[in-house]
C-alpha cells in the first residue's frame, strides 16, 4: 500500500543554519506530495506542495522537490530562525481516488537563538 | 476567512465511557475529516465526509462513530474509552477532496482517559 517514511524524529539548529528534511514514500500512483507545519498549540496547516518530480515547490523561504527514482521527498530552508521551531510532516496524497492524505510521522524542528 | 472550532479542547474520561467530540466550520466546506495524532505517528485518518450525511472509514474507524447531520458541523464518539488512553483528535476541513491538499484543521481536542 501507499506509505510515507520520515526517519528524522528531531533536528535541533541554531539560527542561520541550513535545514534538510528528507522522507521516502511509497505509491502505486502518481504523487502528489505536500509539507504541512504545526507550530506549539495549533493544528497542522498546508506549506507547500509538488505535484511534479524535479519541479521544486517554494513558500516562506522553504523550498522542496522529489525525486521519483530514489522516491524521496525534501524540504530544505537556506537560514532558519528560532519562529521556524515546529513539528513538519511529509504527506502522501494517494491518487487512487480514496479522500486522504497519509501523513508521516513528523519531523520535530527546535531552532536555537 | 474561516475557523474550525474543536469542543472541547480537553476531554478526561472513564475507561469504558462513551466520549463525544464536536467539529464547527465557517468555511462552507464539503468535505471534513477527523484525525488522530499520536506521540511520534504522526496523524491516522478515522472517518471523513465528502457531504452532509455522508460518511466514509479512514484507517483507524474501529472503535469510533461519526456523524455529519449538518454541512458545518462533524462529531466523532469514541464507542469505549481505553484506559491509559491519551491522545489528541484533529478536526480539519476541505473544498473538495484532498487533491488540492489544502486542508484547514482545528487546534485539537485532547483525551485523556483515568
Known amino acids: 500500500g501507499n506509505s510515507v517514511t520520515q526517519m528524522q524524529g528531531q533536528v535541533t539548529l541554531s539560527e542561520e543554519e541550513f535545514l534538510f528534511i528528507n522522507c521516502t514514500y511509497s505509491?502505486?500512483?502518481?504523487?502528489?506530495l505536500f509539507w504541512y507545519v504545526q507550530y506549539p498549540g495549533e493544528g497542522p496547516q498546508l506549506l507547500l506542495k509538488?505535484?511534479?518530480?524535479?519541479n521544486k515547490g517554494s513558500s516562506r523561504g522553504f523550498e522542496a522537490t522529489y525525486d521519483k527514482g530514489t522516491t524521496s521527498f525534501h524540504l530544505q530552508k537556506a537560514s532558519v530562525q528560532e519562529s521556524d521551531s515546529a513539528v513538519y510532516y511529509c504527506?502522501?496524497?494517494?491518487?487512487?481516488?480514496?479522500?486522504?492524505?497519509?501523513f508521516g510521522s513528523g519531523t520535530q524542528l527546535t531552532v536555537m537563538p | 476567512g474561516g475557523i474550525i472550532t474543536q469542543t472541547p479542547k480537553f476531554l478526561i474520561g472513564q475507561e469504558g465511557q462513551k466520549l463525544t467530540l464536536k467539529c464547527q466550520q465557517n468555511?462552507?466546506?464539503?468535505?471534513m475529516y477527523w484525525y488522530r495524532q499520536d506521540s511520534g505517528k504522526g496523524l491516522r485518518l478515522i472517518y471523513y465526509?465528502?457531504?452532509?450525511?455522508?460518511?466514509q472509514k479512514g484507517d483507524l474507524s474501529e472503535g469510533y462513530d461519526a456523524s455529519r447531520e449538518k454541512k458545518s458541523s462533524f462529531s466523532l464518539t469514541v464507542t469505549s474509552a481505553q484506559k491509559n488512553e491519551m491522545a489528541v483528535f484533529l478536526c480539519?476541513?476541505?473544498?473538495?477532496?484532498?487533491?488540492?491538499?489544502?486542508?484547514?484543521f482545528g487546534e485539537g481536542s485532547k483525551l485523556t482517559v483515568l
Open positions: 468555511f462552507n466546506h464539503d468535505t
Open positions: 480539519a476541513s476541505s473544498i473538495t477532496g484532498w487533491d488540492t491538499g489544502q486542508l484547514y
Open positions: 465526509s465528502i457531504t452532509e450525511n455522508d460518511l
Open positions: 509538488v505535484t511534479t518530480a524535479n
Open positions: 505509491t502505486t500512483g502518481y504523487p502528489t
Open positions: 504527506v502522501l496524497g494517494e491518487s487512487s481516488g480514496s479522500w486522504q492524505l497519509i
